[in-house]
């Protein structure tokens, strides 16, 4: 495990003033979870709770993102949860393009040092940013993908926090989650 380029990568992200986006943060949310994680799981950017708190995915959307995890046998410290941006766009919007871009080295490095058997996109800002693509998460979901430039599969399905304004789309984010288990050869149990 190259230690070095992590700790090198966490603080370049902890003093990074690449995009506007660095005056309003609070702090930067670099990432949590298991360096070699098997399945990598990326998200949009933090809210107002990873802000404060410095970690991604620990509001509403993350209760429900750990227990979608517990459904296919992860502990959430057994798997990598990063976001695409690092820090959180004010008033909740979405990061604009712009921000993606300066950020988008963060999260290829983060790829590289985890090399994880599978990446799951949560959400539209995710899947494009990994995949290039401005499709409707509705027509990437439900089939495996490969990252552009590296041999990793990843599955695309819904982020967490529309699942909760959309309950009804929780059995596609199923079908998702056993779709990945089965590209991994993972059994259910
Ligand atoms: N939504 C995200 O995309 N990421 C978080 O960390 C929290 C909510």
């Known amino acids: 495990m190259p230690a070095g380029a992590w700790q090198t990568l966490k603080q370049e992200v902890s003093v990074c003033r690449r995009c506007p986006l660095h005056e309003t943060r609070t702090q930067t949310v670099f990432g949590v979870g298991a360096e070699n994680a098997d399945w990598m799981l990326i998200g949009e950017a933090p809210g107002v709770e990873e802000d404060r708190r410095g970690e991604p995915f620990v509001g509403r959307a993350g209760q429900l993102l750990d227990r979608m995890?517990?459904?296919?046998?992860?502990?959430?410290?057994?798997?990598?949860?990063?976001?695409?941006?690092?820090?959180?766009?004010?008033?909740?919007r979405n990061p604009a393009?712009?921000?993606?871009?300066?950020?988008?080295?963060?999260?290829?490095?983060?790829?590289e040092l985890i090399?994880?058997?599978?990446?799951?996109?949560l959400g539209g800002v995710a899947m494009s940013a990994l995949l290039n693509e401005q499709t409707p998460v509705g027509k990437m979901r439900g089939r495996v993908h490969t990252?552009?430039?590296?041999d990793i599969p990843v599955v695309v399905t819904y982020h967490p926090a529309y699942l909760l304004r959309a309950p009804t789309q929780k059995r596609a984010a199923w079908e998702d989650l056993q779709l990945a288990c089965r590209t991994v050869g993972r059994e259910l149990k």
Not at 73 to 81: C, D, L
């Open 115 to 121: 090399r994880p058997q599978i990446i799951i996109a």
């Open 147 to 150: 990252l552009p430039g590296a």
């Open 69 to 92: 995890l517990k459904a296919v046998g992860f502990a959430r410290e057994e798997v990598y949860i990063a976001n695409v941006v690092k820090c959180r766009p004010p008033d909740n």
């Open 97 to 111: 393009p712009e921000e993606v871009l300066q950020c988008d080295d963060y999260l290829r490095r983060q790829i």
